[in-house]
């Protein structure tokens, strides 16, 4: 920023600061670790200029802060030898599910930027959010969050997407790139395409140079025969009016478009290709069927062969940690990686035990839970005993919202104006109605938990403003009789509500229009009285009692 005012100076570096930066890279063309990557960079690459600025914003916002970052890549290239500025861009659409992560990531963001070792000589400069949109509308945070909006694919246009929404990223960029955006307010040679549900851990390198992008090993992308007739049939989808290479299905490389650092010459040259491929790919049912959830992340990898691109390739770009990491995954967990990525869950029961796939904890670290509306500040840690990526992740989210001072609060006051935050955090989402029926839910609780087995087949008297019986059938169903419609039942141990719904005595019953907390009071290990609460007025006396029946 003083270099941008016309102010010069020579940094006195602490050598032992920058040691990690001088580590040798190991052979070959996959490098493992921030370190080892941060040294190849140092090693190999040659002077860069910031570019060229100016213009006006198109679309929606280029901020103040967007402005001093740009000023940071074009002024401070004069003594930082060797330096690659890049432009992070954050793929997003107009969800409140994906506006949130966004909030956060770029809490992160700015935070590793400003602690990076290489201090006024960082890489990390500019910062645009690109959001596809229902017709390109703004959405109240781009004041916070430098944002660029551009339209989304319409409900008619995505069905023949099977509403597959991931397609609008390519569509994205391809519309990026086709502004003056792309020129005048991105004067950084290199980009990283980022998402949402990424925060950076360490500052990241610009390890990538013109031809050589850099890029994250996806392993469950490698390449087998089942796939060469689907890559071969749709090498040339994204070729029209550019030179393509011919079909070689084992040149495609197990990756996606994110996180990927890559010069903006390079993805001119592939964002169309990977477009279109991506396109073609889930218009394709044997495509589809075979290449699953991540077949746009496929149509990047083959638009990048079929039109000569080589990544090199970084084991420890990111981590994708969950509840059931291996101990290999969370070594040096802290210092390893350039970027967590939450994309799977944190499932706990309380006691710690790490739940098994497919089933809801009654610790439940989930981003999905969050789909319409924010998070609460702050979410509970996780029970003493998870691993260190709960409690990290945990404690990242925290600090990214209790240091946005606009995020929402339950009085619907902050920004965007009258957004929602979720009436539940981390805990009571084992309630979902899918779970109960899945084998991982009911089955598996009357099998572990006294409290579910005892009260199997049980009948009760109930009174609330009237008179009721209630039965608690196998398989989680509930009758109630002044009440029709589908009851469920299951167990509740939930912290905030343990005051009046103890942990081990407490059950769920949906239905009938009410969500009921339900203590179970026991004599001698036995289940006398029942005792239930509404869920959603949490402090108000007892929604109904019941005595055994006779």
Same mark, same amino acid.
């Given at each position: 920023?003083?270099?941008?005012?016309?102010?010069?100076?020579?940094?006195?570096?602490? &050598?032992?600061?920058?040691?990690? *930066?001088?580590?040798?890279?190991?052979?070959?063309?996959?490098?493992?670790?921030?370190?080892?990557?941060?040294?190849?960079?140092?090693?190999?690459?040659?002077?860069?200029?910031?570019?060229?600025?100016?213009?006006?914003?198109?679309?929606?916002?280029?901020?103040?802060?967007?402005?001093?970052?740009?000023?940071?890549?074009?002024?401070?290239?004069?003594?930082?030898?060797?330096?690659?500025? *890049?432009?992070?861009?954050?793929?997003?659409?107009?969800?409140?599910?994906?506006?949130?992560?966004?909030?956060?990531?770029?809490?992160?963001?700015?935070?590793?930027?400003?602690?990076?070792?290489?201090?006024?000589?960082?890489?990390?400069?500019?910062?645009?959010?690109?959001?596809?949109?229902? +017709?390109?509308?703004?959405?109240?945070? !781009?004041?916070?969050?430098?944002?660029?909006?551009?339209?989304?694919?319409?409900?008619?246009?995505?069905?023949?997407?099977?509403?597959?929404?991931?397609?609008?990223?390519?569509?994205?960029?391809?519309?990026?790139?086709?502004?003056?955006?792309?020129?005048?307010?991105?004067?950084?040679?290199?980009?990283?395409?980022?998402?949402?549900?990424?925060?950076?851990?360490?500052?990241?390198?610009?390890?990538?140079?013109?031809?050589?992008?850099?890029?994250?090993?996806?392993?469950?992308?490698?390449?087998?025969?089942?796939?060469?007739?689907?890559?071969?049939?749709?090498?040339?989808?994204?070729?029209?009016?550019?030179?393509?290479?011919?079909?070689?299905?084992?040149?495609?490389?197990?990756?996606?478009?994110?996180?990927?650092?890559?010069?903006?010459?390079?993805?001119?040259? &592939?964002? &169309?290709?990977?477009?279109?491929?991506?396109?073609?790919?889930?218009?394709?049912?044997?495509?589809?069927?075979?290449? +699953?959830?991540?077949?746009?992340?496929?149509?990047?990898?083959?638009?990048?062969?079929?039109?000569?691109?080589?990544?090199?390739?970084?084991?420890?770009?990111?981590?994708?940690?969950?509840?059931?990491?291996?101990?290999?995954?969370?070594?040096?967990?802290?210092?390893?990686?350039?970027?967590?990525?939450?994309?799977?869950?944190?499932?706990?029961?309380?006691?710690?035990?790490?739940?098994?796939?497919?089933?809801?904890?009654?610790?439940?670290?989930?981003?999905?839970?969050?789909?319409?509306?924010?998070?609460?500040?702050?979410?509970?840690?996780?029970?003493?005993?998870?691993?260190?990526?709960?409690?990290?992740? &945990?404690?990242?989210?925290? !600090?990214?919202?209790?240091?946005?001072?606009?995020?929402?609060?339950?009085?619907?006051?902050?920004?965007?104006?009258?957004?929602?935050?979720?009436?539940?955090?981390? *805990? +009571?989402?084992?309630?979902?109605?899918?779970?109960?029926?899945?084998?991982?839910?009911?089955?598996?609780?009357?099998?572990?938990?006294?409290?579910?087995?005892?009260?199997?087949?049980?009948?009760?008297?109930?009174?609330?403003?009237?008179?009721?019986?209630?039965?608690?059938?196998?398989?989680?169903?509930?009758?109630?009789?002044?009440?029709?419609?589908?009851?469920?039942?299951?167990?509740?141990?939930?912290?905030?509500?343990?005051?009046?719904?103890?942990?081990?005595?407490?059950?769920?019953?949906?239905?009938?229009?009410?969500?009921?907390?339900?203590?179970?009071?026991?004599?001698?290990?036995?289940?006398?009285?029942?005792? +239930?609460?509404?869920?959603?007025?949490?402090?108000?006396?007892?929604?109904?009692?019941?005595?055994?029946?006779?």
């Amino acid at each position: 920023r003083l270099a941008a005012l016309g102010i010069t100076f020579v940094l006195g570096v602490n &050598v032992s600061s920058i040691m990690p *930066y001088l580590v040798p890279a190991p052979a070959g063309p996959t490098v493992r670790g921030p370190a080892a990557a941060s040294a190849a960079a140092a090693s190999t690459m040659p002077a860069a200029g910031g570019g060229g600025g100016g213009g006006g914003a198109l679309l929606a916002a280029a901020t103040p802060a967007m402005g001093a970052a740009v000023a940071a890549a074009s002024g401070a290239a004069t003594f930082c030898p060797g330096r690659k500025p *890049y432009h992070t861009i954050l793929t997003a659409t107009g969800q409140i599910y994906q506006q949130w992560q966004c909030r956060v990531m770029y809490k992160h963001w700015q935070k590793q930027r400003d602690l990076d070792p290489k201090g006024a000589c960082t890489e990390l400069t500019g910062f645009t959010r690109l959001v596809a949109s229902v +017709g390109a509308r703004s959405d109240g945070v !781009e004041e916070e969050v430098p944002s660029l909006f551009v339209k989304e694919y319409s409900g008619a246009e995505l069905n023949q997407f099977h509403g597959y929404r991931v397609i609008n990223r390519p569509y994205s960029i391809v519309q990026l790139m086709a502004t003056g955006y792309w020129k005048d307010h991105i004067p950084e040679e290199y980009v990283l395409i980022a998402e949402t549900d990424h925060i950076i851990m360490h500052a990241i390198p610009n390890t990538a140079d013109l031809g050589s992008p850099a890029a994250y090993v996806f392993n469950y992308m490698g390449i087998n025969n089942d796939f060469e007739e689907i890559i071969h049939r749709h090498w040339r989808a994204g070729c029209a009016g550019r030179t393509c290479t011919e079909p070689a299905f084992k040149t495609v490389q197990p990756i996606g478009p994110s996180p990927v650092i890559i010069h903006k010459a390079d993805l001119e040259k &592939v964002g &169309v290709a990977w477009h279109e491929t991506a396109k073609a790919l889930k218009t394709d049912p044997h495509a589809e069927g075979k290449l +699953g959830w991540v077949i746009e992340m496929w149509g990047y990898a083959i638009a990048s062969a079929a039109v000569g691109l080589r990544h090199k390739l970084f084991d420890d770009f990111q981590v994708e940690p969950g509840a059931l990491s291996s101990k290999r995954q969370l070594d040096r967990f802290t210092e390893r990686y350039w970027i967590l990525h939450y994309t799977y869950q944190f499932e706990y029961y309380l006691d710690a035990t790490p739940c098994r796939p497919w089933m809801i904890g009654e610790y439940s670290l989930d981003k999905r839970h969050f789909s319409d509306a924010y998070p609460p500040r702050p979410l509970p840690l996780p029970p003493a005993g998870a691993n260190v990526a709960a409690f990290w992740l &945990v404690n990242a989210i925290n !600090e990214g919202m209790q240091n946005i001072s606009e995020w929402p609060i339950p009085d619907r006051k902050g920004k965007p104006m009258g957004a929602r935050v979720a009436g539940q955090s981390v *805990y +009571g989402r084992r309630r979902a109605p899918w779970f109960g029926r899945h084998d991982n839910g009911f089955k598996t609780e009357m099998k572990i938990m006294p409290l579910i087995a005892g009260l199997i087949g049980s009948k009760w008297s109930c009174k609330d403003s009237g008179a009721f019986t209630l039965d608690l059938l196998d398989g989680g169903d509930a009758r109630h009789s002044l009440k029709g419609g589908n009851f469920r039942w299951a167990s509740m141990n939930n912290p905030e509500i343990a005051k009046h719904c103890p942990i081990g005595a407490c059950f769920y019953l949906d239905g009938g229009g009410f969500a009921a907390d339900v203590h179970a009071v026991q004599a001698g290990g036995v289940s006398t009285q029942l005792v +239930g609460y509404d869920d959603r007025m949490r402090d108000e006396p007892a929604l109904f009692t019941c005595d055994k029946a006779a």
